[in-house]
């Protein structure tokens, strides 16, 4: 399935080779070929930049992975939008960070995790908006009674940029589990 971003990109990159074959047919062959050099310099550089965007990302979520499973909530609210929307599955929405730092408070006061996060897709839309979709696996265990239960869920994040930084602006997830 091909992507918005993907069909974007192709069409600009279609509608940028249609101008420098315009440039290339009426010019000689050495400008033709610093044309060529300076799109595939142009194309390199956009590369890199989409790859350094993604790694900041996948790196949002690692840091949300360790404060997580530390059972840090004020390590995983710094990594959160003023505006934040957490979408746990059997809760009441949270919705701003007040209300998002409330929430994480409650959890890590009944139970600790230990979760291995798997990235499964990363898409930058643009240069303030970027999606996340993972899936997590390990063991979450309640503080009162030390009971060890299996979790296994697939989330979405979706990430805003704020001050050059990237951060979690809404966040849902649900179990992958069988019901019992």
């Known amino acids: ?14 509608a940028f080779g249609a101008t420098a074959l315009g440039a290339v047919v009426s010019a000689g062959p050495a400008e033709a070929e610093t044309a060529q050099q300076s799109q595939s310099s142009d ?5 890199r930049f989409e790859a350094r965007q993604c790694a ?31 979408l746990p599955p059997g809760a009441p929405t949270a919705v ?5 730092r ?14 291995a996060f798997e990235v499964a897709e990363v898409n930058v839309v643009s240069s303030e908006w970027a999606f996340l979709r993972s899936a ?4 979450v265990t309640t503080l009162a009674d030390g009971a060890q239960l299996p979790s296994s869920n697939h989330e979405l994040f979706v990430l805003h940029k704020s001050h050059g930084r990237w951060k979690l602006a809404r966040y849902g997830f649900s179990s992958v589990l069988p019901t019992a």
Do not use: C, H, P, W
């Open 56 to 86: 900041e990302v996948v790196g949002v979520l690692k840091s949300y992975e360790r404060a997580l499973n530390a059972g840090d909530v004020a390590g995983v609210v710094r990594l959160y939008t003023d505006d934040a929307v957490l």
């Open 43 to 47: 194309s390199d550089q956009r590369d």
């Open 136 to 139: 997590s696996t390990g063991v």
């Open 1 to 14: 399935m091909t992507s918005r971003r993907s069909v974007l990109r192709n069409s600009a990159a279609i």
């Open 102 to 115: 409330a929430t994480y408070t409650g959890i890590f006061q009944a139970l600790r995790f230990d979760l």
């Open 96 to 100: 701003g960070i007040d209300a998002v």
